[in-house]
């Protein structure tokens, strides 16, 4: 298959590219770090891309911020920001990318454990993350020519939680939160949003 990949510079999306490389053409693209550029808070830089890169098999997002603080200081910015970007812009991946996937083709794309496991300060995260599934369910109902769309939910990432200083034994190694996007790409599901697990083997929440 023809995978392009966004947010392939980051933690998540190196270790799905590498994971995917092995089988199947891979295709990159980020904002700032890799030869082909995107910024999916742009829909025209969407369009773009989507123009450049013809024909694709699927499309793996691990791209989107959203912004996380006190919800008394998340200012009308943060939400606006966080809407636009991690949310508006994977939806817009996919509204925008209909027409560029080959029949049976896929998306696969990522929200986060703070949909279902809040915390202080995830109030504009939560929201977009659990945005994200609401939309791959309904969307997988309307999509074309047998074009799936899904959503992976990481937990926290091992190197992640390193990085943040923080303590990484609860977290799930990157290079296996992977598996569940070459298992989103390869299998044949559609409208789910798929948890990776320890074992690899991602649950269903339907
Ligand atoms: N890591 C975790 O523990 C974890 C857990 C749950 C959910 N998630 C979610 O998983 C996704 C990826 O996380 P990560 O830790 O791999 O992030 P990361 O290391 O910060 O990497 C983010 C990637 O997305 C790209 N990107 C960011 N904004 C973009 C935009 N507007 N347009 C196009 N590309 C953009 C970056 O490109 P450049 O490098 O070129 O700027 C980079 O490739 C995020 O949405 C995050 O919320 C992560």
Redesign the pocket.
Known sequence: MRILV????????RAVCDALSPRHEVVRA?????ALR????QPDSIRALYQAMGRVDAVVS?????RFAPLSTLRDEDFAFSLA??LM?QVNLVRLGFDSVSDGGGFVL????LARSPMPGSAA?SLVNAGLEGFARAAALEAPRGVRVNVVS????TE??RALGMDPRP?LPAAQVAQTYVQAVEGRQTGEVLEPKKDSRPATRL
């Not at 995107?38 to 808070?41: E, K, L, Q, T």
């Open positions: 966004v947010g392939a510079t980051g933690t998540i999306g980020s904002r700032h770090r890799s995107v910024d999916i808070a691990a791209a989107g911020e959203a970007n991690k812009g990522t929200s986060g454990v995260v990481p937990p926290w990432v992640t939680l977290g």
